[in-house]
């Protein structure tokens, strides 16, 4: 066993790159134990290790120095919270509940519904003919993995080696497959690919205006939404050529907010643990936090009206597909396609295999829902519904007093469908879902 954690994964991994930037906070507070290494998952590793300890070979995965493996972002901050409770990136429960559940909602918001955009740019600017292009540069990241030891030459070709066999990438448009075909079950296709960059374009634009006058999501100091967010925005926005440059030149507070969220190559950008000086009377150095709102989350729970404009974003484009999501998996669960506690799909990408009926076309596991005014379809993620069952169980801690419920209420109802949210577990009932590993599994009665 290893005597620090070690952290399996890829520079430009779209989750990687939120629990990387988590684990390097925990360790630079001093609330991570031992530390951590950060491991390149070669395809080696990924199938003699990886999937042996796990069931997939996807990354990240975590493996702790006392033999515990854990696969998924969400699951590797959860875990390391329980075991490492100092420097924590959650608000209490009982004294900051808004601010608590305003972490989890952008850190939702963040995987499952800025992922469709982020991919888009990534692999619309990687297709045949694209100008600009950043195609060579995404072959040579990937090809640093599937080619890891080689020459320069020959990791790019292994990478577009991989593009081809995999992706289809020469045939994008005509015969999607791989993470095409991803895009297209998640509702991303010629019709809607634009409101889609219209989605994201309007996020960015209100973090643009919050990282204007808070250095993170709740404050002066990191928290879960800030390393959620940290999933598209630095592996697919501010690490990719095309869509990089166009975060630098348009959103250069967010792609600011990048480098002091990722703790690396940051000085300029005022990171967590770092400090400015000025000279004292004697000419002495005088430091004090480097960060916004004296390095801490904003007192008294508060949550300023830049953070409720991007809640906005979540009740009012993802919400409703979540509704609709909860209620085609009920419905699902109850049919006779199911057997309850059986498999369901797996997480976000493209449609699991053995279930491609279900998850593509008008098939049982797909809802129409709209984006900028675009009517369309898409499949149906149970991922996201456990995801939601963690917020149901925050919600629970954070509404035990009339005082903190009270607050929810207040922060939730300038939102569409809002409040909605306090009910989560009716919502959830009959659609619950229990995570193995990188499984997923209906709960044996549903209706219970």
Known sequence: ??????????????????????????????????????????????????????????????????GTWVQDSSEIIDHCERVHPEAS??????????????????????DEWVVVPAFWQRWYFSEDGREPSHRAFNEQQWGAVMGAGLAGPARRLAGAGLFEQMFGISKARTAPQGTYAGLVHLGCDDRTEHAWQASQHRLLGLLEAHFGQHDYVLGGRPSLGDFGLMGPLYAHLYRDAVPGFALRVFFPLVTEWVERTNGEGCLNARTYDQKLYSLGPEGGLVGRPASSDGAAWLPDDAIPETLQSIL????????????????????????????????????????????????TGEGALTHAFEIGGVAARRMVVPYQIWMLQRIADELRACTATPEGRAALEAMLAPHPGGTELLALDDLLRGCRVRKEGARLFSEASPSG
């Open 1 to 66: 066993m290893p005597d620090a954690y070690r952290l399996y994964s890829w520079e430009h991994s779209y989750f990687s790159g939120k629990a990387r930037a988590y684990l390097r906070y925990k360790q630079r507070m001093g609330g991570l134990g031992p530390g951590f290494e950060d491991v390149l998952a070669t395809p080696e590793l990924a199938m003699g290790l990886l999937i042996p300890r796990s069931g997939s070979p996807a990354v990240p995965q975590l493996e702790a120095p006392d």
């Open 89 to 110: 990136v959650l608000p209490d429960a009982d004294a900051a509940p808004c601010q608590r559940i305003a972490s989890y909602l952008v850190e939702l918001l963040a």
């Open 312 to 359: 906005g974003v979540f009740f009012e484009e993802f919400w409703p597909v979540l509704r609709t999501s909860l209620e085609t998996l009920t419905a699902f669960v109850a049919s006779d396609a199911h057997t309850p506690g059986g498999e369901l799909p797996g997480k976000t990408f493209t449609a699991t295999h053995g279930f491609e009926a279900h998850q």
